[in-house]
């Protein structure tokens, strides 16, 4: 990203809602370079304008706000936060609370997904639930093997969280036994050493 566009996010993300004269001093650039800026920012969707009244007659000032998007370009620890949780479930409940945490959440995304899983041909069925997949980076693919199918997984969107807890395979398998209603297999993951994650999935 542009130099001063970057400074422009993070001096917002430092202090908040900011003014264009705002900037423009901390950053020690003119007006209307920050306004350039701040229009490109905001037709990317990473900068949101609201009026801010003072009480004093006039026009109200506009500061500016990162939008949800730009939020999402900052350092984000997720991994490590799911991990601990994984981590301390075991810890205090036991190996058998975490893979049932993890088959709910499963199970939950499956019911959250219904809608989108409609078709009654197996087949289909298991292209809209590797789409839901591929939404989470899952990079998913399905073929038939005989009376079986299979799906293949080619990216682990898990990964960092899988080699600490394997179990979070258990949460794959969860959604699409709830989402196909039929048995379904893990025959191997990345996180134990396979190329991909491969499902093998019962036909009608």
């Not at 009480?55 to 500016?64: E, N, V």
């Not at 049932?100 to 959440?105: F, I, T």
């Amino acid at each position: 990203m542009q130099r001063t566009r970057r400074q422009i996010l993070d001096s917002i993300k430092l202090n908040g809602g900011m003014g264009i004269d705002q900037l423009s001093l901390m950053l020690q650039v003119t007006p209307i370079t920050v306004r350039a800026h701040v229009n490109v920012l905001e037709r990317e969707q990473l900068l949101k304008g609201q009026e801010h009244r003072t009480g004093r007659a006039g026009r109200p000032s506009i500061l500016y706000y990162l939008t949800e998007q730009a939020q999402e370009l900052f350092p984000k620890d997720y991994d490590h936060l799911a991990s601990s949780l994984i981590s301390n479930v075991r810890k205090l409940y036991g190996e058998h609370s975490v893979n049932r945490v993890l088959e709910r959440m499963g199970e939950e995304m499956a019911v959250a997904s219904s809608d989108e899983i409609q078709a009654e041909d197996m087949g289909n069925r298991i292209g809209e639930a590797a789409r839901i997949m591929n939404k989470t980076g899952s990079f998913a693919t399905w073929e038939k093997e005989g009376d079986k199918y299979i799906l293949t997984a080619h990216n682990c969107p898990y990964l960092h969280v899988a080699r600490e807890c394997p179990e979070i395979c258990d949460m794959e398998v969860a959604f699409l036994k709830k989402a196909l209603s039929t048995h379904v297999e893990l025959e191997c993951s990345v996180v134990g050493g396979a190329h991909n994650c491969r499902f093998f999935i019962e036909g009608e």
